[in-house]
């Protein structure tokens, strides 16, 4: 009966911070647990419900597994995501859900959109089915200035995308 009980309990505070998360413009303040590579995150809210959000507009390099070795930078986007919001509260506005049901997200602190210094780092491409909610502009301007300069995956010699990437390991299994 507990258990029941505590699953209908997480699955109706699980669909209370959906709905809070995706009202309209509305930043939700949260806590940043860790960061698994660099755009998905794990936060938590009221100190008590924890959830993992994908950082909207943006590809980061693939962080590999035991069957594959990490992409070119992939450690450096996670962390350089974990520097910047590692244990610190942050903004987030929904933008949308994934195939996961994870909340896909702008994560902003100190007024800085964190999935635009991604980019801007040369950390992330932008991530083209990004959906017509998310302001795309500013994304591409910022994947511009990283390109012109060089900066992160875009010195790289021969840089991959993090899509191809999937798509080739996806192949091989």
């Known amino acids: ?22 009202a ?3 930043w939700t303040e949260v806590k940043v647990i860790n960061c698994h590579d660099g755009d998905t ?13 994908r950082l909207a507009g943006i590809d980061c390099p693939e962080l590999g597994n035991k ?12 962390d350089f995501l974990n520097s910047k919001v590692k244990g610190k509260k942050v903004f987030l ?26 980019l801007e780092k040369g950390l992330a491409e932008v991530y083209r089915k990004s959906g017509p909610k998310l302001e795309k502009s500013i994304y591409y301007k910022a994947e511009s200035t990283a390109k012109k300069s060089k900066l ?15 798509k080739s390991k996806n192949k091989k299994r």
């Open 41 to 53: 995150c794990h936060v938590e809210v009221s100190g008590a419900l924890t959830f993992k959000v």
């Open 67 to 78: 069957r594959n070795k990490n992409q070119s930078l992939a450690p450096e986007a996670r």
């Open 1 to 22: 009966m507990k258990v029941k009980l505590l699953k209908i309990t997480i699955a109706l505070s699980v669909i209370y911070l959906t709905k809070q998360l995706s």
């Open 24 to 26: 309209l413009d509305q």
């Open 93 to 118: 506005r929904q933008i949308d859900l994934d195939h996961y049901n994870r909340p896909i997200v702008e994560m902003k602190i100190k007024e800085k959109i964190v999935n635009l210094q991604l």
């Open 152 to 166: 992160g995956i875009w010195g790289l010699a021969h840089y991959q995308t993090p899509h191809q990437y999937r």
